[in-house]
């Protein structure tokens, strides 16, 4: 048979839509979805054809049977229904991975989070009085409590909270920033460019490795409003530096009558550092300390949604809130449900480290990630007899991420794959295309690095399914 005689036997769209098996296989589609995915098989059969002149005849009667046709058109379907935004198991030992959309949220978390979306919720109802309510009182006072604060804000993230302060409480005016502390966040964040867009003339003072307390009294003039001190979260200077204590620097702004604000970029609520975890100061220290504004992530070490929370002192904080563009910066009721559980299991450092994923995966102990590692390794080995990889549990070191703690090496373990019959960075790629869910690993000597830390427990089984999904799946066909 020729071409023209093949298209011609192709079944036609009447015929396939009255087809039993057709729709069985597309019965959880519309009519019009139905119709639009045969069309596009039908299409493609004809392209193909057209492109290959020697088909057997069996070959093209075996791609036309009506039901063949149908499960292509399914396949379509649910290809064009699938979410763009999906789940991926992060396996990658980076615990804040902003790419990977940074802290996971508790259970209690999702749970207000659902309860809150699928129905009405007092975003701005006051249920006592049954009168319009505001949405900035919802997390205040467990901020208050957690910070010592008092008076807290929410905004859209970190990024926001700077641009708020600087523009709502020193525009016009001169901020003194240490030339240690004008980092670049990445994505494009600069401490620099931010300050000028929010209106605020950068005064640098010091030099990159050391700013002294003399350095900050002769830059402050008439037209200074505030100190502003940047926390270097994603990089540290090391060796001969030099900076002045906190309270220093505050004695001395407020002797001269001006602000002091502190971004802290993470912002740790959970004091990481009498866990043995880094050398983040905590939010209550700044505060103790006597600065008057501070503000910081609510998904990076806090461990919650995205959010910028900014706490200070009363009269400033009052400032922000009636700031004309507040409402352009305001957060969702998605963002106040998870945050305000976040902050509920917060104020217990036991529920904390067990409740919280970021907290829990940065205090877990080396032991507990190791029984993991070997769960799924040993796992691995059940769920395929013959792997055509070796798999073996190697000591790996996690990190924090997300700009946090740079230096802070998280002792972990990881399964490692080394693939007979492909290369590790196929098996990689294998593993992020087609696990189900996307698996995130790193190569390392022509090995995949599956790192556990980051893995959380409930995610054992689906990773052990997903792997050997893949490895039978073909990867190790070669
Ligand atoms: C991360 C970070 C920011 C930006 O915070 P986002 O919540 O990501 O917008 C700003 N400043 C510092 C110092 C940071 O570390």
New binding site residues.
Partial sequence: MGIQEDLRALPAMHRLLADADVQRALDEFSPRLRRWALEQVLAELRTWRRAHVDVRPESWQAQTEPLRIAECAKRLLQARMAPSLRRVINATGVVLHTNLGRAPLSNLALQRVQAVAAGYCNLEYDLARGERGSRHTHVEARLRELTGAEAALVVN????A?WLVLNALAKGGEAVVSRGQL?E?GGS?RIPDIMRESGVTLREVGTTNKTRLSDYAQAIGPETRMVVL??P??YRIVGFTDEPPLAGVVELAHERQILVYQ????GALFDYAAHGVGDEPTVRASLDAGVDIVSF?G??LLGSA?A?IIVGRCELIERLRKHPLMRALRVDKLTLAALDATLADLADEEHARVRIPVVRMLTESEETVRARADEVASGLAQAIPDLAVQCDVRPSQATVG??ALPLTMLPSHAVCLRPSRCSAQQLADALRREGEPPVVGRVENDEVWLDMRTVQPWEVHELIQAVAAVLGGGMDKG
């Fill in positions: 993230n970190n990024a926001a700077v980092v966040i964040f940047v926390h979260s994603n971004d802290l970029g993470s992530s998904d990076k995205q910028g997300g700009g």
